[in-house]
């Protein structure tokens, strides 16, 4: 049964959305902020949170799973395993924090401000 299993479709097919997520959790752990809508934010809060805990376990098959995740961008893994995980061994969740910026102007669609807490 598919109870409590609705993911954000963000108007994409499955092909576009996985893209498009995959980006955006590299970004982030890149640039560790990224300004982006609320609902990409939202739909992109959870795979991040999903890959810290992954790097927080810093074994192999951690890390090629996450370099499945992130479709085998090596710098993006090697920051997640030894800069952003260290950084949270303490922390049991919650690695990351949206932030309201307000409307953008040009269609009023909500921006927010998504980076590690």
């Given at each position: 049964?598919?109870?409590?299993?609705?993911?954000?479709?963000?108007?994409?097919?499955?092909?576009?959305?996985?893209?498009?997520?995959?980006?955006?959790?590299?970004?982030?752990?890149?640039?560790?902020?990224?300004?982006?809508?609320?609902?990409?934010?939202?739909?992109?809060?959870?795979e991040i949170e999903k890959?810290?805990?992954?790097?927080?376990?810093?074994?192999?098959?951690?890390?090629?799973?996450?370099?499945?995740?992130?479709?085998?961008?090596?710098?993006?893994?090697?920051?997640?395993?030894?800069?952003?995980?260290?950084?949270?061994?303490?922390?049991?969740?919650?690695?990351?924090?949206?932030?309201?910026?307000?409307?953008?102007?040009?269609?009023?669609?909500?921006?927010?401000?998504?980076?590690?807490?």
């Amino acid at each position: 049964m598919r109870h409590q299993k609705t993911r954000h479709k963000l108007s994409r097919d499955p092909a576009h959305r996985k893209a498009l997520l995959r980006n955006l959790s590299k970004e982030v752990i890149e640039h560790e902020r990224i300004t982006t809508t609320e609902a990409k934010a939202k739909a992109a809060k959870p795979e991040i949170e999903k890959l810290i805990t992954l790097a927080k376990r810093g074994d192999l098959h951690a890390r090629r799973q996450a370099l499945s995740a992130l479709g085998q961008d090596k710098f993006a893994v090697h920051k997640l395993f030894e800069v952003v995980a260290p950084r949270y061994a303490e922390r049991p969740g919650g690695y990351t924090r949206i932030v309201k910026l307000g409307p953008r102007q040009s269609d009023s669609t909500e921006m927010v401000l998504l980076e590690f807490v």
